[in-house]
């Protein structure tokens, strides 16, 4: 371990990340350890959001993002589909307030309109009541899929050169990045995977491209502060390059 005289090692494990995504896995599993129907699992769920919003609201992260539905999704069980969709309305139904109460901004990104009418009036006045709230910002990917989010970017791009505001020729990476569902926020620096998969089972793709991964083996319902507090110092001990030497990051640093 260097000490701080060292240099940037330890400066740079001071570093927070200012916008964390995760996949929150494992919530079945660990309702079948307990003998409990899969429900179980994905209420305890519910309460580990609560945990890691005011964990990240206390330490001052800017913006979370958390996959909570799928668009490979609805391809379980029509019950448990059904139960899901259930939990998600009486979450927005009881903490919408308490979020608007404490600062945060909500957004939900995907095609939430497969959802049902209830669910989409209920998320845009959830995002029309939050959305002067600037102390985190909270974003819940439901009905989501990275492909889906680079083929409707590419929807709206294509408008914008049918009408003349864009041209194709000259379209680059930084062109497409607004139209994507989070292109007004700076890109996760860090990602979590609970459960112990190690994939991105269709998150953020264009979005991940330079973000630091961690995966842990522990299910999403165990997922609590302490649990938060390793990803964290996992991600404090990483030194970020994009493309760089580990020279030059460490003279920049010490610059
Ligand atoms: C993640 O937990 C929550 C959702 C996908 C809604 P899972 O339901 O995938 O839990 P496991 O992976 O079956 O344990
Ligand atoms: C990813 O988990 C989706 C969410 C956590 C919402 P899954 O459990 O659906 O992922 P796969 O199918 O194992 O890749
Ligand atoms: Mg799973």
């Known amino acids: 371990m260097k000490t701080i005289e060292e ?3 330890l400066l740079s494990g001071t570093t927070l990340p ?6 929150m896995d494992g919530n079945g599993r660990w309702a079948k350890a307990r003998g409990q129907a899969r429900i179980q699992g994905h209420r305890k769920g519910v309460e580990m959001v609560r945990e890691l919003v005011a964990a990240c609201g206390e330490k001052g992260i800017g913006a979370v993002t958390l996959f909570a539905f799928s668009s490979e999704n609805w391809r379980r069980p029509k019950l448990e589909v059904r139960l899901l969709r259930q939990l998600f ?3 927005l139904e009881r903490e919408i307030h308490k979020l608007h109460d404490n600062g945060i901004q909500f957004r939900v ?12 009036k209920r998320v845009r006045d959830a995002e029309d009541l939050t959305q002067h709230n600037t102390r985190l910002r909270l974003t819940i990917a439901a009905n989501y899929g990275g492909r889906w989010d680079v083929a409707q970017a590419c929807t709206q791009m294509m408008r914008d050169i ?28 860090l990602f979590i995977r609970t459960g112990g998969e190690q994939r991105i089972s269709n998150f953020l793709l264009w979005q991940l491209a330079y973000t630091e991964l961690y995966f842990t083996p522990v299910l999403w319902p165990d997922f609590d502060r302490t649990q938060f507090e390793l990803a964290l110092q996992s991600f404090a001990s990483r030194q970020r390059r994009f493309g760089r030497t580990g020279d030059q990051v460490e003279a920049a640093w010490r610059a």
């Open 7 to 9: 240099g940037p090692l």
């Open 18 to 23: 200012q916008h964390v995504a995760v996949i």
């Open 89 to 91: 309305l009486l979450a």
């Open 109 to 120: 990104i995907g095609d939430v309109a497969a959802f049902g009418a209830d669910i989409v």
């Open 162 to 189: 049918n009408e003349g505001r864009l041209v194709a020729e000259e379209i680059t990476p930084e062109t497409l990045s607004p139209y994507l569902s989070m292109g007004d926020i700076p890109e996760p620096d």
